[in-house]
């Protein structure tokens, strides 16, 4: 049986193996992609992190073998939350599982990784900051059809590059692990458990990326007070495990992630949507426009450190 996918274009099936359990057999279109994932899945199990562990992998690489965690996303189980805005007790209690794991994967999986697996790059560098900051430029901005001025752009760009890519801001970054593409559609909750999924795209960089990616997520909707309390959850359990971790300086670093992930999804979006035509990524294009107008609302700073996007975001408005 296949299972539905969203973004990737690998192919998810359901079978049973000669042992009669049920597992899932993933059949990828890039080697490397396909070797970065077997590795990080054996790595984080060796570490006793929630992940599926690889059961087989072909001799050509282009297709695996792996545990079966069921059908339950937490995107999913946050259903109530997500459409209504008021989140119950139970799903409190997944997002806080969650991010509490988070900590884990990014401070213990990245204990004798190594980097020079990952793929396409190893860390997050300057070229990897400016390819998100370009698939919004090239893929969301141009296809809206809305005048730009591109050096007024690539001004903002530099300033965020800067921003983001600076010693002085946040805890140092070259120790964890980078999860990428962390949201409520890439864990699984088996027995009330969070298990990561989807993490081949990881690399070396830093934390606040992957809590950007995760409480501002488009159609997750979480409320700003509930973002704030598992931004407490989560930096709590990062200093038990990262004890010289400057919680200032990461909170002062953590709204220039949050503003380049929003660049990046709507990037993910216009490709996906204006280019490919999928019904779901042009359904949530107006989700993340809302979060980009909010985010300038709640950081006014951003306003004057990044004043062309900020105007850019008033005339997207007419989108939604």
Not at 89 to 103: D, F, G, P, S, Y
Not at 189 to 206: L, N, T, V
Not at 240 to 266: G, I, K, N, S, Y
Request: net charge negative; hydrophobic share 35%; glycine share 6%.
């Amino acid at each position: 049986m296949n299972i539905a996918k969203q973004g990737s274009n690998r192919v998810y099936t359901r079978e049973t193996d000669a042992e009669g359990r049920s597992i899932i057999r993933v059949e990828g279109t890039n080697r490397d992609e396909n070797r970065a994932f077997v590795y990080m899945s054996r790595h984080f199990a060796e570490k006793g992190l929630p992940v599926p562990r690889v059961l087989w992998v072909s001799e050509d690489g282009m297709s695996y073998t792996q545990e079966d965690l069921g059908d339950t996303l937490l995107f999913d189980a946050i259903r109530h939350g997500r459409e209504t805005g008021v989140f119950d007790e139970t799903e409190r209690t997944l997002l806080t599982r969650t991010i509490r794991a988070l900590a884990h994967i990014q401070t213990e999986g990245a204990q004798d990784f190594d980097w020079s697996v990952c793929y396409p790059v190893p860390a997050m560098d300057e070229r990897a900051v400016r390819w998100d900051l370009n698939y919004f430029k090239y893929c969301f901005l141009k296809g809206t059809k809305i005048e730009f001025s591109e050096p007024k752009l690539e001004d903002d760009f530099d300033s965020m590059v800067a921003n983001i890519l600076s010693p002085l801001r946040g805890e140092p970054e070259r120790g964890f692990f980078l999860y990428r593409d962390f949201q409520s559609r890439n864990v699984m909750i088996k027995d009330g458990k969070p298990y990561f999924i989807d993490f081949q795209g990881g690399r070396k960089g830093p934390t606040q990326y992957d809590v950007a990616s995760f409480l501002w997520q488009a159609k997750a909707n979480i409320p700003p007070a509930l973002r704030e309390e598992l931004i407490d959850e989560y930096l709590e359990e990062l200093k038990r495990l990262r004890p010289c971790m400057a919680e200032d300086e990461w909170r002062a670093a953590l709204p220039h992630f949050v503003l380049l992930r929003t660049l990046q999804v709507l990037g993910a979006y216009g490709y996906r949507g204006y280019f490919e035509r999928k019904p779901h990524f042009l359904e949530s294009i107006p989700n993340a426009l809302r979060n980009l107008n909010e985010l300038f609302a709640m950081y006014g700073e951003l306003q004057t450190q990044y004043p062309y996007i900020y105007a850019i975001s008033n005339d997207l408005l007419v989108l939604l």
